[in-house]
């Protein structure tokens, strides 16, 4: 039940304590005493289509990313940018404001986020909700990048991960599976060019 508005005074200043002056005086005079009016007000909880909606609406919130990126695919795969600019690097900088770079992590970031949305158990839809989150994915194989975000979201105490950790878990799958290099310091190497003019 909401309670009724109170009304206070706010007594700032030592020498308002004076007890003979009126309310109106005690404006005028001192402007550090103030009524304040505090209203209490009962927030209705969300009914059931509402909090449908809520999810729905979040989830494309989250996977704006994966549209984005789904999309900018199309319209370089079709090449549906050519009635209005030669390349698509100078459609998505004109239309989007993208550097040719945004637009290619976000391309990359669908791939992933797509991948992930196959291999993972649907179960868990615990998915990536930004881009940031699976650039460092996009240099893994699609069993690597399943690996990687599981481990990610272990880490990060089953929710959405941050980048940082799933930075970490790359770096520790790249090292683990890094080529070793078979040359030493000082050794010659031949490079041969084929069909070079």
Known sequence: MPKPPSKRKKDTSAASNDSTLT???????????????????????LTEEEQRDRLHLERRVERAF?????????????RLYRSTHKTFEDYCRDRFAHSR??????????????????????????LPTNERQVRPMTKLEPEQQQEVWVKAVEQAGG???PARIVKNVVQQIMERTQVPNTYQLGEVCQILAKDNP
């Open 23 to 45: 309310d109106d005086q005690d404006l005028e005079e001192n402007p550090a005493l103030a009524t304040i009016t505090v209203t209490a007000v009962e927030v209705p909880e």
């Open 159 to 161: 929710k959405v991960p």
């Open 66 to 78: 994966f549209e984005a990126g789904k999309a900018l695919t199309e319209l370089r795969d079709r």
């Open 101 to 126: 770079r945004q637009s290619y992590l976000l391309m990359d970031a669908a791939v992933v986020f797509d991948n992930l949305m196959e291999k993972c158990d649907p179960l868990d839809h615990i």
